[in-house]
């Protein structure tokens, strides 16, 4: 038999015809003459009723018939009585793939909270909410292609095992293929990487941009999409080992150009989920309030998700110095403010994502650009502005988010370039493959950096950043 979707058929509703459904089924209730399925096949959120005659079955197949197990059910596609539902399946004829012992699998017919799920990530995809979001996922990566595409840029593959450290924040897993019972060691004690695979220190990439470079200066508009690792400490729920990031870089961009690209495809990648991921994203929003509903009031959501992702759609994102937003938040109001002053004695601090979402939910009530921030909490690469202490940076704060994109324009200029690596100990002559974009037909150029998993987060209303990507690597968690 040939397999039908249910998104086709739900999308079609050819009542009357005969159709081969394969699928997962989610809850069998029976009554003494019938058996109602709800089977689920991935293809959407919705499942499709199976009308299962006892008689005709019988217990010996429908007793494999139980929540997890697999099933090819062919019938007539007839409309349904049933309220939520506009056609069911009349079964004809019932294979049982693959059955789910109901004393053993994990996932019963009820909910299961997101922890629990987080302990048997190797099954969480078969829930309903993993699935959606996995859905949600896939029509993002794909507007990402579709947004850069139609714009003419150019999809390159920065390498993943790499001996540079962009942010130079020394957060690089290192690769090596040492045995580690016998590291070999060089006169000072030191690891001798000269006796490993690559004969340098290397490690996984923390980002593509500086390769990402290499390309703009030949290509003028290109972005990666891929993979990055840091092995930042830092067990928060914005935070992973491993997660994608977006980089475009574009020659003859300044730093407002750079905004300008930034905030228009945010709001494409927020319209395409509204205009793709409606069923989806109608049962996370319900999945949000209901979760919601068991918070104490001081912590739950202001705004519906649907509502977030129009105020990300309707409002001019505003743009913010670094200093402007220092002087908001030394002037807001003790009382609401308690909780971010301390940490803005002075100008120079880097902010705490309590600061930005203050900013972004309390202040402006409209996402914010913060930039020009001080150069001395910045990457290397960024272009410093002639006040001699902040750098062409910004950062793209969203609400309930904090930062979802950090960039900058870059340090174009070669002595002053130089001078910086120098005064932050970076060792120049290392990078002279780098150098070499300065050296020769060198630019203005700005890029930026999307953490996908953050915008996940923001599409589809998830919490923790752990529960939007399928297999996360956090600090002591790296099982399958
Ligand atoms: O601000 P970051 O560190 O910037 C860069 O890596 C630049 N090289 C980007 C560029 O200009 N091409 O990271 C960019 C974004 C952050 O705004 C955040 O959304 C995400 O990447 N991000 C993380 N997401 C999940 N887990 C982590 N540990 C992340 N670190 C950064
Ligand atoms: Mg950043």
């Known amino acids: ?32 003459n019938v058996a109602f399925i709800a089977l689920n096949d991935g293809s959407t959120i919705n499942n499709i009723q199976v009308v299962a005659d006892v008689e005709q079955f019988g217990e010996e197949v429908l ?9 090819a059910a062919t019938g007539k596609l007839v409309a349904s009585q049933g309220a939520g539902q506009s056609c069911e399946l009349i079964a004809e004829s019932i294979e049982v793939f693959g059955e789910a012992d109901p004393e053993k699998y994990p996932l019963q017919p009820k909910k299961h909270s997101l922890e629990f799920l987080r302990e048997i990530a190797h099954l969480r995809l078969r829930t309903n909410t993993f699935s959606a979001i996995m859905r949600v996922r896939h029509s993002m990566a794909f507007a990402v292609h579709q947004f850069f595409n139609d714009k003419g840029f150019f999809y390159i593959n920065t390498p993943i095992i790499t001996s540079s450290d962009a942010e130079g924040a020394g957060e690089a897993f290192k690769v090596t293929n040492f ?7 060089n006169e000072e004690g030191g690891v001798d990487f000269k006796k490993d695979f690559f004969e340098k220190e290397a490690n996984l990439t923390v980002s593509g941009q500086l390769e990402g470079e290499l390309a703009a200066m030949a290509l003028a508009e ?24 977006i980089e475009p870089e574009m020659a003859f961009y300044d730093l407002k150009d750079n905004m300008d690209l930034a905030e228009e495809m945010l709001k494409y990648l ?48 505003e743009r913010v110095t670094y200093t402007e937003a220092i002087e908001i938040l030394k002037r807001s109001k003790p009382n609401q403010k308690k909780k971010f002053q301390y940490l803005i004695e002075e100008w120079g601090a880097d902010l705490q994502s309590e600061h930005e979402r203050f900013l972004v939910e309390k202040h402006f009530k409209k996402p914010v650009i913060l930039y020009n921030y001080p150069r001395d909490i910045k990457a290397f690469y960024m272009r410093q502005n002639d006040d001699g202490k902040t750098v062409g940076a910004m950062d793209i704060l969203f609400p309930g988010i904090g930062e979802i994109i950090g960039g900058s324009q870059r340090e174009e200029r070669m002595d002053k370039l130089t001078e910086r690596m120098k005064a932050m100990g ?7 493959w780098y150098m070499d974009t300065r050296r020769f037909g060198s630019v203005p ?31 002591g968690n790296c099982e399958f």
């Open 270 to 317: 927020v319209k395409y989920a509204l205009d793709n991921c409606a069923d989806d994203l109608a049962f996370l929003e319900k999945r949000a309030e209901e979760e919601d509903k068991n918070k104490p009031q001081t912590e739950r959501a202001e705004m519906t998700l649907t509502e977030r992702l129009k105020f990300v759609l309707e409002n001019d994102f």
């Open 1 to 32: 038999e040939k397999r039908t979707k249910i998104q086709e058929v739900l999308a079609r509703e050819p009542i009357g015809e005969e159709l081969t459904l394969m699928g997962w089924v989610r809850t069998k209730r029976a009554s003494k």
């Open 63 to 71: 007793k494999k018939v139980t929540t997890g197990a697999s099933i």
């Open 222 to 245: 290109i972005y990666t999409f891929g993979p990055t690792f840091r092995a930042e400490n830092s067990n928060t729920t914005r935070h992973l080992a491993e997660f994608w990031m």
């Open 179 to 185: 045995e580690l019972d016998a590291i070999p060691r």
């Open 426 to 432: 970076i060792p120049v002559e290392e990078m002279s």
């Open 445 to 475: 150029h700005s890029g930026y950096g999307l953490g996908f998993e953050r915008m996940i987060q923001f599409v589809t209303g998830m919490g923790n950043i752990r529960d939007v990507i399928p297999f996360p690597r956090t600090p």
